[in-house]
């Protein structure tokens, strides 16, 4: 696998190295594809399982980020040696994300030791805190898309409810809930800033 004495190891061969069920709809040989694609500067989508359309829009020493479909998106990102920050993006329609965390064999690693996803109550504005219960009547959840920018180390989560709601309601609920979180890469976890 990935691991190799002091070689670099870029993001690309973690994508293409990663087991079947952590890119369930992406082939070796499609990940392999999509990589040759990018790096010859076609804008060509390849096929994953489904007969969508898979391509890679970004990708660097230290991070590839992946539409693995319409719906589907992913960045993954190596913040430190032997950490793999992986964020898959449903779109639900709005866009909702998870975080999961590998080593570089993609052993997966117990998410809470790095980053603690954030709860209700750290999206509350200050009007939002004082109509809290309010908030927990209108809100069922929070839908948040994460973005990961290796070089600054800054995790931003974004509040995506907007398309949840309709234009008035959504006019009063987003009095109550911050539109962004960040978070900084410590070194050895994500702190909320």
């Given amino acids: 696998m990935a691991k190799n004495g002091t070689r670099p190891v870029a993001a690309k061969h973690l994508f293409v ?28 989508p ?31 990102s190596m913040p430190a040696k032997d950490l793999i920050v992986l964020i898959s993006t449903h779109s639900i329609p709005m866009p909702d994300s998870e975080i999961a965390f590998y080593n570089f ?23 939002g805190k004082k109509a809290r219960e309010n908030v927990e009547n209108v809100v069922p959840f929070i839908a948040a ?13 974004t509040n995506r409810l907007k398309d949840y709601f309709d234009k008035n309601t959504w006019l009063q609920v987003s009095k109550w809930l911050s539109p962004q979180l960040k978070y900084k890469w410590t070194g050895k976890k994500f702190k909320k800033q």
């Fill in 105 to 127: 064999e993609w052993e997966k690693l117990p998410a809470e030791k790095y980053f603690s996803a954030p709860k209700l109550a750290d999206w509350l504005t200050n009007e």
């Fill in 17 to 44: 190295e990663a087991p079947d069920e952590v890119f369930p709809m992406l082939e070796e040989n499609t990940r392999l594809d999509m990589i040759d694609y990018y790096e010859s500067g076609y804008n060509r």
């Fill in 46 to 76: 390849s096929l994953n399982v489904f007969e969508d359309s898979s391509m890679i829009t970004c990708c660097d020493s230290t991070c590839v980020e992946i539409k693995a479909s319409d719906v589907l998106q992913y960045q993954l």
């Fill in 145 to 157: 898309s994460y973005n990961f920018d290796v070089e600054s180390g800054v995790l931003t989560i």
